[in-house]
């Protein structure tokens, strides 16, 4: 369920009381590990914690008006959430983080990059924050740009020759559209 709260002081405000303490422990390991270069808001009807235009221009791929996501803190129906990007994927990241959190004893309730839990304690608070702290926003950058780039070209490989070479440079002379209007 997404808050229509437009400051993280709203949203927590709008909470139970046993929801709000638990987000406000995660809340707190994250604001304490987190890199100067990301900034804490409001997304996606969440809390979120990302990095800025003014750090980032290009913002994030699939919207370039909204600064690049790297973690958000939700409550949902039937549980609260942690989402946190840098342990999205096949990374080093990622395998570090799940054999960090195998080894706190605590189970994971986890997707993609939403690890679910109903009460604070489900969590390990430690193993989040190193995660956090890890992955500084120029780093994080670093990382996302190379999946994009890495997706890009497994796209364009399964397109066939053809379609790599027509999404390539165009021959001299020959202009789109809009910049042959452009021109004239």
């Known amino acids: 369920?997404?808050?229509?709260?437009?400051?993280?002081?709203?949203?927590?405000?709008?909470?139970?009381?046993?929801?709000?303490?638990?987000?406000?422990a995660v809340r707190k390991v994250i604001l304490k590990n987190l890199d100067k270069d990301y900034e804490e808001g409001m997304g996606y009807g969440m809390m979120g914690y990302h990095v800025p235009h003014r750090v980032y221009p290009a913002g994030y791929h699939c919207n370039p008006e909204q600064p690049l996501p790297f973690a958000g803190l939700a409550s949902q129906k039937n549980y609260m959430s942690i989402y946190?990007?840098?342990?999205?994927g096949e990374s080093e990241h990622?395998?570090?983080?799940?054999?960090?959190?195998?080894?706190?004893?605590?189970?994971?309730?986890?997707g993609k990059a939403c690890i679910r839990f109903k009460k604070v304690e489900d969590l390990a608070l430690d193993v989040i924050g190193e995660a956090i702290r890890r992955m500084p926003a120029k780093k994080y950058i670093e990382m996302m740009?190379?999946?994009l780039a890495k997706h890009a070209a497994s796209r364009d490989s399964k397109k066939g020759p053809k379609a790599a070479a027509k999404a390539g440079a165009r021959p001299a002379g020959k202009r789109s559209g809009k910049a042959a209007k452009a021109r004239s």
């Not at 946190?84 to 999205?88: A, E, K, P, V």
């Not at 990622?94 to 309730?109: P, R, T, V």
């Open 94 to 110: 990622s395998k570090w983080f799940a054999e960090a959190w195998k080894k706190s004893g605590k189970k994971l309730d986890m």
């Open 84 to 88: 946190l990007m840098c342990i999205y």
């Open 145 to 147: 740009e190379a999946s």
């Open 1 to 24: 369920m997404q808050s229509k709260a437009s400051t993280v002081a709203a949203y927590l405000a709008s909470l139970p009381a046993d929801r709000r303490a638990a987000l406000e």
